[in-house]
């Protein structure tokens, strides 16, 4: 089946430092990628749509200065946390919607990569 | 809507037993629904799939139920193993297709033998 990559799997910096993060789609485009951000023992919190071409959408309360995305390619998304604190640290995770796994239709099925856990010391 | 920050609640079911993990969500809007399976440290794993025109849907050892009247959701584990111990979400998302797929809070399903 479909595969997302994300990399790195674990990063830890310093405070004040800037980290990315890469999605990438391995068989598959992808026009749109979602990030989620995921606290210890709490649910997927929805950041931001990622489109390929142009701007991401971001959801309410996500600083688009803080959280960077680019998605310049269909198969690459990445996420940047600018300024890294500690308060940043959490597990993000991508998804990619591959359109053929629903025969073209706009629904498709939704991958998602195996999370990145950024520590911010 | 948006899922809440909450501890997980966790159901725990002897080896065999059938589990029942229950979702309430919030849009009655949403016209598909996913349930995820999460295990620690990795990303979530769907499990079965259910669109709003149905109220019932069975997989492999899985079932989905639907009720639109009361924004209910439900999966069925049917003769649970060791391997399904894990932390399950429900999501629903809008018409149109993969939108924003909004996650619920999350059940941690504990095995024991």
């Known amino acids: 089946g479909a595969v997302v990559s994300q990399h790195p799997s674990r990063v830890i910096c310093k405070s004040g430092t800037s980290v990315k993060i890469e999605c990438r789609s391995l068989d598959f485009q992808a026009t749109t990628m979602f990030w989620y951000r995921q606290f210890p023992k709490q649910s997927l919190m929805l950041m931001a749509t990622s489109n390929e071409g142009s701007k991401a959408t971001y959801e309410q309360g996500v600083e688009k200065d803080k959280f960077l995305i680019n998605h310049a390619s269909l198969t690459l998304s990445t996420l940047t946390v600018t300024s890294a604190h500690p308060e940043d640290s959490s597990f993000y995770i991508c998804s990619a919607r591959d359109p053929a796994a629903s025969g073209g239709q706009n629904t498709g099925e939704l991958f998602f990569g195996e999370g990145s856990r950024l520590t911010v010391l | ?113």
């Open chain 2, 1 to 113: 809507g948006e899922s809440v920050g909450l501890h997980l609640p966790t159901l725990s079911v002897q080896e065999g037993d059938n589990s029942i993990i229950n979702c309430a969500y919030s849009n009655s809007a949403s016209d598909y629904f996913i349930w995820y399976k999460q295990e620690s440290g990795k990303g979530p794993q769907f499990i079965i799939d259910i669109r709003s025109n149905m109220d019932k849907r069975q997989g492999q050892r899985v079932t989905v139920l639907l009720n639109k009247t009361v924004k209910h959701l439900s999966l069925q584990i049917a003769a649970t193993q060791p391997g399904d111990s894990a932390v399950y979400f429900c999501a629903e998302t809008f018409s149109g297709g993969y939108n924003k797929l909004i996650f619920g809070a999350g059940t941690r399903l504990a095995v024991h033998p």
